[in-house]
C-alpha cells in the first residue's frame, strides 16, 4: 500500500470560501470541522421531511450525496479512478474503504486541500494513492489512464467544461465513464441571465470565486458529445438536497467573505431551486 505527496505545481485559484474555510479549519473550529472537514458539497436526505438540520446530520447528509455519485458511477474494485476536484479527499476516502486494489488519484488545483486530503485517508484493502495538484482543464496523465472519472460539484469552477469534457474524453479508457454532480438551470434565457450576471455574478464571484452555471442539460449533451461521450444516466436529486439551505444559514456568515452577499445568494439558489428553474442533477457520461 502506497501514498504519493502531493505533485506541487504552479496551481492557484481564487476560493474564496475555501480560504475561510480552510482557516477556521486551522483553527480548530469544531463546528466547521464537523460540518467541511470531510466534503464540501451539498447534502442528500431519502426523506427531505425528516431533515434534523443540525450540523451532524448535514455531515451525513454529505456523505450520502458522496454515496449516491458513487452509486451511478458503479466503480468496482481494482479499477483506475480520477477525482478531480477531490477537495478535502472525503469521496477517495470513501472508496479507500468500500473497495480493493483501486488505483486512486485525486486532483485538485489548490495545493491545501490536497494536504488535507492526504491526511484524511488512510489507504487499506491494498489501494493506492496519488495526489496532483494541476488545472482540471488540462489533465496531466497519459490517454486512456482511468476507467472512472468523479467530478462532485466541482466543475462550475472549472475555466470551461468543454476543455474539461474533452480531457476527460481522452484519459477514460473503453468503456470508462464519468460522472458528476452539479446545479443545472432547465433553461437559459440569454438577456435575462446577462442582466442578472451584472446585477448579481460580483456577489457571487466574492463568495465563489470564478464559476459558470449557465449549463443546461441540452448544453451538457452537447458538450459532451462535441467531446466524444454521451449522456448515460441523469438522476435528479433536487428535492432531497433542499434541506442544505436550512442547514447552511446558520454558518453561512462564519465562512462568507462577504457574509450579507453570502446570504443573498443562499437564498436566490435555494428559491430558484424550490420553483423547479434549478436542479440538482446526477449526471454520467459513458464514451460514443
Not at 468543454?162 to 477514460?172: D, H, I, P, Q, S
Not at 420553483?275 to 449526471?283: D, N, Q, T, W
Amino acid at each position: 500500500m502506497t501514498q504519493e505527496t502531493p505533485d506541487i505545481a504552479p496551481a492557484t485559484w481564487d476560493l474564496p470560501y475555501f480560504d475561510h474555510i480552510l482557516t477556521l479549519l486551522g483553527d480548530g473550529d469544531s463546528e466547521v470541522i464537523e460540518f467541511f472537514g470531510r466534503h464540501v458539497h451539498w447534502g442528500y436526505w431519502p426523506d427531505p421531511t425528516r431533515a434534523a438540520g443540525s450540523v451532524r446530520n448535514y455531515a451525513e447528509a454529505a456523505e450520502r450525496l458522496t454515496q449516491a455519485v458513487l452509486a451511478a458511477a458503479k466503480i468496482r474494485s481494482g479499477q483506475r479512478v480520477l477525482d478531480v476536484g477531490c477537495g478535502f479527499g472525503g469521496t477517495l476516502d470513501l472508496l479507500n474503504q468500500r473497495h480493493s486494489r483501486l488505483g486512486l488519484v485525486g486532483l485538485n488545483i489548490d495545493l491545501r486541500q490536497l494536504f488535507r486530503a492526504r491526511a484524511q485517508c488512510v489507504l487499506q484493502n491494498e489501494n493506492r494513492l496519488a495526489l496532483v495538484a494541476a488545472d482540471a482543464c488540462l489533465l496531466p496523465f497519459r490517454d486512456k489512464s482511468f476507467d472512472q472519472v468523479l467530478c462532485v460539484e466541482a466543475v462550475f469552477h472549472f475555466s470551461s467544461r468543454t476543455k474539461f469534457f474533452a480531457e476527460v474524453g481522452r484519459v477514460l479508457a473503453p468503456g470508462g465513464r464519468l460522472t458528476l454532480c452539479d446545479f443545472v438551470p432547465r433553461f437559459v434565457v440569454p438577456w435575462l441571465w446577462d442582466f442578472l450576471d451584472r446585477r448579481f455574478k460580483p456577489m457571487v464571484t466574492r463568495l465563489f470565486g470564478h464559476n459558470d452555471a449557465r449549463c443546461t442539460l441540452a448544453d451538457y449533451r452537447r458538450v459532451a458529445r462535441s467531446c466524444g461521450l454521451r449522456l448515460d444516466r441523469r438522476l435528479d436529486v433536487t428535492r432531497h438536497t433542499m434541506p442544505t439551505y436550512r442547514a447552511l444559514r446558520p454558518l453561512i456568515r462564519r465562512i462568507a467573505p462577504d457574509p450579507d452577499g453570502a446570504e443573498e445568494v443562499i437564498r436566490r439558489v435555494e428559491f430558484a431551486s424550490r420553483i423547479g428553474l434549478l436542479r440538482y442533477l446526477i449526471l454520467s457520461f459513458r464514451p460514443r
